[in-house]
């Protein structure tokens, strides 16, 4: 075995006795070993190579059309105490749930190759970087998590050196969604996936471990997991500031993490730090610094154009894998939202008949960040990006402004836990419906939210230069059902005004529900929105905020005991301002 490290080899060997592999395969992460497994997949049509001309060395992949999101009443924080899961997670006593899964996993990687994959969630070397070993029996797994994260050889020496590591075990089993589980083990930093090969379930380094396991070792260490992008925003002086946004999944982190300004917008530039998770840390000086855990992005296909997201597109021209997405006749991958060319074959590999789908709406592509455009050097800074905002946002057709600041840290705490928002193709279930997801971890916090939200208030009393605090909503519409925001690279109007807010520069209206853009403060040059839409973008509905906060309220009642009473009081005297 290639490791000396005892905690590893015995756990390999436990994990192969309980699954019985043909044989195992200790991925070094080299290129070669890439080349190898595409070349295998292709020859037992698991990956269909596209266009070599326009679309070299990428693939199509489709899964199980079973298995095509996360499912999220399969996953379970598997804590010694329901309330330390909290009524956010579902929840099995941890040696129910190992016995439950382990009768799955016995045997499953018969004839099958197990593939033991050391990986570095971060930057090689940074002090916040954590380490994982995925076993897994799906080479798909293998070559994503290669683009994902930093995976093989490098990684493993550092948990050769004596770097604690998440131990990751992962199977397709038989791919039935009656035998799938996605299992977290916090106090034993472990996971168990069986039955799912799809992006969340099955490439254990994201959610499972960046944000369930490191949200739950955060709140133990004094940092933050977050399912957050990080941009850099440079102005035409040459200086950057960087923002940490959190939005549900499917709600457009990655165009927001890769925007391009508009024409009048000349000299700015957004630059990627990352796309989907955060690790925020407090530096010595009392800001807070920000870590890309990830080395790629999986991203949402559809919608995903020229108009929208040059950035991705550019980066999609050579090395990808796109995941359940249609064909063009000219074998080139297609989706919802492509402007050109028109799809010949749909994302389950039938020919494609109008109206489609072509691709499915949570088709995805896989790409390594430095393949984009504005890709940031500083993704690779050790010590991460200070950040000088922090932004929620989600789909909301009516009641929450455009933007609103933060009264102070309590209050844009408030904001975060209150944040709502219609669920998305992202994970199975009814599209369209809106629901809770404080702080967009509804699906991803590996803890009680009661304890959570009172970790995330502490950072007030422990630290002196927090990042300003900042809700957003690209979605509002108008009474016709239509945006009254156009988005994409118009949104670095609002990312201008945040920065503005933060170096007390811009004018800002102070309502009952936070500081509001003054009337002439949000940079409108080149934008021809008539004034009646930026009213209405901007209104604050006294009633609905009365009934928004009475929801709320509600909402974060059920969490009892561990509702942080500064959270309550807080929203209280809000509701009174009304
Ligand atoms: O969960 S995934 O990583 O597959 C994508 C998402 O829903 O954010
Ligand atoms: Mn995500």
Redesign the pocket.
Known sequence: MPTTNTELKAWVEASAQLTKPERIHWCTGSDQEYEQITRELVRTKELHPLNSGTFPHSYLYRSDPSDVARTEHLTFVCTKDKETAGPNNNWLDPQVAHHKIDALFAGCMRGRTMYVLPYCMGPLGSPYSRYGVEITDSPYVVISMKIMTRMGNDARHFIEQGQPFVKGLHSVGDLSPERRFIMHFPDEMMIKSIGSGYG?NALLG??CHSLRLASYQAQHEGWLAE?MLIVGVENPQGETHYIAAAF???CG?TNLAMLIPPESYKGWKVWTVGD??AWIHPGKDGRLYAINPEAGY?GVAPGTSEKTNPNALASLQHDAIFTNVGLTADNEPWWEGMTTKSPSIDWLGNKYSYPGPAAHPNSRFTVAAKQCPSYSPQAENPQGVPLSAIVFGGRRPRLIPLVCEAKNWAHGVLMGASLASETTA?ATGQVGILRHDPM?MKP?CGYNFGRYWQHWLSFADNYSQLPKIFSVNWFRQDEAGKFLWPGYGENIRVLEWIIARVKGQAEACPTAVGFLPAEGALNMKGLSLSPTHLDQLLYVDHAGWKDELEKTRAYLEQFGDDLPAGLLRTLESNYKSL
Do not use: V
């Open positions: 969340g994201k959610k399912h549900p999944s499917a982190k989907d998770i999986f992202a967009a991803f």
